[in-house]
């Protein structure tokens, strides 16, 4: 199961938002090709979801693993497997980690792009590693603090570049998230685990792969050389790097597919 990352983000990885490279589409068609089927969602409150929830921006990560349950007891009720491995990206690993939390039904967890740290050190390192957000430090910096001491802002003034981050509306579910601690989660989970990280990301890092694989003893870590956030082969330069977010037309990075079936495989009882 393939759970999606931060923000309305459909079944293929798309988001209106502009990113049109249709990750976990090519994933799941590449795992395919490997023998192993998966399952895609919309997020609850998203696209086909939408009639399941009155407000999709009212929601907790716990919700959200909620929902993977839900998907897993419905998949072995159709399937008739033992367990569903869960796949997370980007935050969905952080929901995948929640999730694993009751390991029933679960065969392990596969971290894809996922976060180290917590969601207001993350927020913070990715508005500072771009130039263009100088202007808006003062406002967006006095804001993470005052969501990761639990308390809502007041966006009254603040920048309209800001609006969609800071929007009254998610300010329940940043500071859900960021309460969040990604590594005590895992450490805390025993099941088997891979770590699988682009080096030309923008959004999570190398260090915040490490940090993961260094929760607990057992974890499997894997870099990806060149391959970004949305598991597409691309330089670091910024600009090019992001172009690769709205162009469906490119391949899945080579070694994405291929890592994560070897790691499914290596960890799959065989049939008797």
């Not at 980007?90 to 694993?100: I, M, N, Q």
């Not at 996922?114 to 771009?130: F, H, I, P, W, Y």
Request: hydrophobic residues 45%.
């Amino acid at each position: 199961m393939i759970v999606p990352g931060s923000g309305p983000t459909d079944r293929d990885g798309d988001s209106p938002l502009g990113l049109k490279a249709a990750p976990y589409r090519l994933l799941a068609e590449a795992l395919a090709a490997e023998g192993i089927a998966s399952a895609r969602i919309d997020k609850r409150g998203t696209f086909a979801s939408m009639p399941a929830v009155r407000d999709g921006n009212d929601v907790t990560i716990a919700d959200y693993a909620s929902d993977v349950h839900s998907w897993i007891r419905s998949l072995r009720a159709k399937t008739g497997v033992r367990c569903v491995w869960v796949l997370g990206h980007s935050e969905g690993a952080l929901v995948a980690e929640v999730a694993a939390e009751d390991a029933d039904g679960i065969c392990g967890i596969i971290l894809v792009a996922g976060m180290g740290r917590k969601l207001a050190d993350v927020l913070r390192a990715q508005l500072q590693a771009n130039p263009a957000n100088a202007p808006l430090m003062a406002q967006a910096l006095p804001a993470i603090a005052k969501l990761e001491a639990g308390q809502r802002v007041d966006v009254t003034g603040m920048d309209p570049r800001l609006a969609p981050l800071f929007h009254p509306a998610v300010q329940g579910f940043l500071i859900d998230e960021m309460a969040k601690d990604p590594v005590k989660l895992l450490a805390a989970y025993q099941g088997p685990v891979l770590v699988l990280q682009g080096t030309s990301d923008l959004q999570a890092s190398v260090q915040d792969a490490r940090m993961l694989a260094a929760a607990r003893p057992g974890v499997q870590l894997v870099l990806l050389s060149g391959v970004n956030h949305v598991l597409k082969a691309a330089p670091e330069d910024r600009t090019a790097n992001l172009a690769t977010y709205a162009d469906p037309s490119l391949p899945l990075a080579p070694g994405v597919a291929g890592t994560i079936a070897r790691f499914i495989k290596a960890h799959t009882a065989p049939s008797l």
